[in-house]
């Protein structure tokens, strides 16, 4: 669904533009990022807001070509410090020759009525009113401000009327473009894992290249909020509220916006070609704060990142594969021609390193034989379907199992059916090229033996019963999610018997017959 909202309000904004030519932000850009932790009355202190918006200012210089004489930031001031810097830009775009272009970006607390900064308000329409009414041709306010919490702090604090700023879609200034982190009523997020806020990480990775969906080498501004829109929704969706970014753009006559590119200095900066799809954390360090997070729109999607060595995890359905890769400036390395090693999900889980994914899934079905079970008889063949899920300290499951054996005795041949309902305990060691496990199964059977010829009548009987074992299995992954399993070991089976003589029923003993099993088949992980 959030990607079908996306998906619609960036074709709106196609629609509007008009004609369809994507322009890059002019030479003369102005960039001011705002970031203030602290906020006003009880706000809690936020502690990513000023890193935020530094790294907005980084990814627009590096990306978006903005020059560094153009980028102003102010962090940790009041109001009115606020303010005197935007009165000082728009002096100095007005008298810019040619095209221009004011981008602001804030990141704090705010209210339904203003932004909260070191104990001062700034007044959301004072705010856009200050964008709209600069000299430059188009202008960009980007907002990521709300209430604040804990671990994953809420931004802002104070509940209370919605924050009206993020549904204005009537706006009368020519060539102004608004998105905010929240819709009203909603609150923004930042996050110790990721050591800032959901919706700025995302849209730095968005003009890094991870939105650039049609594969042009640029990111528009359309392309920019669809990527953070989803990726917000996505990340915001595992904590306790759910935030939804919001678009409202009126650029007309100049088609689509480019934020980052060709305009870009793309020298300084390492490539990383990413590989199949899936999700992608990459950081400096093993265990160190994220440097992106990302779900590219296509394989083979590229990030441009300052050069250095990073620690790349790409995750996929029932494994993740870990690369170190060295990006160098100006080259593109394709990370799917870097030495890797793969770790199964299952095995992690075991491990009690899951993070968060908290348990493994797998479905089995297995051939193989038990032992004699009625004196006289021969071994049966036997069937197992069975369901288990890796838990950190043990895996659990349940199946079923059939067997069948006949019997060609002198005096008469029968059949002898075996219908178990067990449930398993195990713990699995995990080693470089295989897994053992070992525990217990317990069972509910059912047993019938029917009578089909001989000299003598007897009559067919069911009789209800139980068994033990132990288990014992060995697994070795063959492919993707599929593994070979093979296992058995000792087993009890309790159940009645009936002797007949002459047809006669005679009296009913408890049997405990040690016998053994043993089965081979697939795994199924998922």
């Known amino acids: 669904m959030s990607r079908l909202v996306a998906a619609a309000v960036v074709s709106l904004v196609a629609c509007i533009a008009a004609p369809r030519i994507a322009s890059a932000l002019p030479e003369q850009t102005w960039l001011v990022v705002i970031g203030n932790n602290e906020g006003a009355g009880e706000d809690v202190t936020l502690h990513y807001a000023e890193r935020d918006a530094r790294q907005i200012a980084d990814v627009f210089r590096e990306r978006a070509g903005v020059s560094s004489r153009r980028i102003t930031a102010v962090l940790g001031e009041t109001a009115d410090g606020v303010r005197a810097v935007l009165h000082k830009i728009d ?8 095209a221009s272009a004011l981008v602001v970006y804030y990141s704090g607390h705010a209210d339904a009525d203003a932004l909260r900064m070191r104990g001062t308000k700034l007044p959301v329409d004072e705010l856009r009113s200050l964008v709209a009414a600069s000299g430059a041709k188009v202008q960009l306010l ?55 806020s959901f919706f700025s990480h995302h849209f730095v990775n968005a003009m890094r290249g991870a939105a650039d969906e049609n594969d042009d080498g640029r990111v528009t501004l359309g392309e920019a909020y669809a990527y953070t829109y989803d990726q917000t929704v996505r990340s915001t969706g595992r904590t306790l509220a759910v935030q939804h970014p919001t678009y409202a753009y009126d650029v007309k006559g100049r088609g689509e916006v480019i934020l980052a590119g060709p ?32 779900v590219p729109p296509r394989p083979r999607a590229t990030l441009a990142l300052t050069p250095r060595r990073y620690q790349v995890q790409h995750r996929g359905d029932d494994a993740y594969r870990e690369y170190s890769v060295n990006l160098e400036a100006g080259r593109t390395t394709a990370l799917a021609d870097a030495p890797h090693r793969t770790y199964r999900y299952d095995r992690l889980v075991r491990k009690r390193g899951g993070e ?22 021969s071994p049966a063949a036997q069937l197992v379907i069975g369901y288990g899920v890796d838990l950190p300290w043990f895996t659990v499951g349940g199946r079923v199992r059939g067997s069948a054996v006949a019997y060609d005795g002198a005096a008469f041949q029968h059949a002898h059916q075996i219908l178990g309902l067990g449930l398993t305990l195990q713990r699995f060691a995990d080693f470089r090229w295989f897994s053992v496990g070992f525990g ?18 007897a009559p ?67």
């Open 460 to 526: 067919d009987g069911v009789a209800f019963g139980g068994a033990f074992s132990g288990l014992f299995a060995v697994e070795r992954v063959l492919f993707d999610r599929f593994s070979l399993r093979v296992e058995g070991g000792p087993m009890t089976e309790i159940f009645r018997v009936q002797e007949t003589n002459d047809g006669e029923p005679g009296a009913i003993d408890l049997e405990t017959p040690l016998t053994w099993w043993a089965a081979a088949g697939v795994i199924v992980r998922f």
């Open 263 to 294: 305009q870009g200095d793309s020298a300084r900066l390492g490539k990383l070609e990413l590989a199949g799809a899936g999700r992608y954390l990459i950081s400096e360090q093993a265990g160190e704060a994220l440097v992106a997070e990302v």
């Open 440 to 457: 217990l199964l317990a069972e509910a059977t059912v047993h019938r033996q029917t009578f089909i010829a001989g000299e003598r009548d």
């Open 142 to 196: 980007v907002v990521d401000a709300c209430r604040s919490g804990a671990v994953t702090r809420v931004k802002g604090m104070r509940r209370g009327e919605d924050f009206k700023l993020s549904l204005q879609d009537d706006l009368a200034a020519e060539g102004m473009a608004i998105i905010t982190s929240s819709t009203a009523g909603e609150t923004s997020q930042e996050s110790d894992r990721l050591k800032g």
């Open 91 to 98: 002096a100095e775009v007005r008298t810019a020759a040619g």
């Open 356 to 377: 968060e994914v908290l348990a493994a899934h797998g479905v089995y079905a297995l051939g193989g034989a038990r032992g004699t079970v009625v004196e006289g008889g």
